[in-house]
């Protein structure tokens, strides 16, 4: 008899609005796997009781989406060096009573940038936003020893926080408009990727030139009039959106389920079919 496994991805309202559930269910039947995986939103005040259900209910492993990815630290009873490090889990594991907690975005956007031929070492780096998606950025472009990496973020003190344990320096907007930055790399990690999410933002955007820059990546997918696609556009340098570093992560959490590898393109050919 074959048991079926159950995943799952817990969040807020917008764990429903992420492709991960179409794209795992697709990969899953793809390779054979006998898997269910669903969204569940979960509440403030609930998170605990969420971290008990992945026990009662039996459930085999779970994402973890915005807003909770540190908020479940504390129910790891194992966490992974990077999960540590970066402060926010995204793949848990249950093993029995234990819940295990790992980092694969971080290890998803290493993967990306192997896959683009894009070396980080000694390169200059630009990133938006101080969420979790800033602080696995930090810790890979770390990791690959960038020779400087500039956060910019609107709340002061979670950039400190990022620069405190991870690395990185702090700039701001004024800063950069009033001093053209130097980034061979620049990362977009907040929600913002059209006019309509800040037509602020966008006109600072559009009056940077970002000099040395190679490669553009705004860590959202499927947004439509993307300024950080159009900035790119300009340059003339390559853009990347989140499908990419998703596919890569869907692949680590993947292998941290199952140990069984899928190839990133099979996660990419399910995200161009939802």
């Known amino acids: 008899m074959v048991t079926m496994k159950i995943f799952c991805i817990l969040g807020d309202e917008r764990a429903f609005r992420t492709k991960s559930p179409a794209m795992f269910s697709a990969v899953f039947k ?9 969204p569940f939103k979960v509440f403030p005040d609930q998170v605990g009781a969420a971290m008990q259900s ?31 490090i970066i402060g926010a889990v995204n793949t848990i594991i249950r093993n029995g009573e234990d819940l295990k907690g790992y980092n694969t975005n971080a290890i998803g956007f290493m993967d990306t940038l192997e896959e683009k031929g894009f070396n980080a070492t000694n390169k200059k780096a630009i990133v938006f936003g101080s969420g979790g998606g800033s602080r696995a950025v930090v810790f890979i472009l770390n990791w ?17 926080d990022i620069i405190r344990k991870i690395g990185g320096s702090a700039t701001s907007l004024e800063i950069m408009a009033r001093h053209a930055p130097v980034a061979n790399i620049v990362i977009n990690t ?26 553009i990546i705004d860590l959202n997918y499927g947004r439509t009039n993307n300024i950080w696609q159009q900035k790119a556009l300009r340059l003339g340098v390559p853009f990347i959106d989140g499908v990419a570093p998703l596919a890569h992560s869907a692949r680590r959490t993947l292998m941290l389920w199952t140990r069984i590898d899928v190839e990133p393109a099979e996660f990419l050919k399910a995200l161009n079919t939802i």
């Open 30 to 38: 793809r390779i054979g796997i006998s898997a269910a995986y669903v």
């Open 144 to 160: 690959l020893r960038a020779a400087s990496i500039q956060i910019s973020g609107r709340t002061v003190p979670r950039v400190d």
């Open 54 to 84: 992945l026990k009662s209910l039996n459930i085999d492993g779970a994402n973890v989406t915005i807003p909770y990815k540190s908020s479940v630290i504390p129910y790891m009873k194992i966490l992974s060096e990077g999960a540590n």
């Open 190 to 215: 907040t929600p913002i990727s059209s006019p309509d999410d800040s037509p602020e933002f966008t006109q600072f955007l559009e009056k940077q030139d970002f000099k040395e820059c190679e490669m």
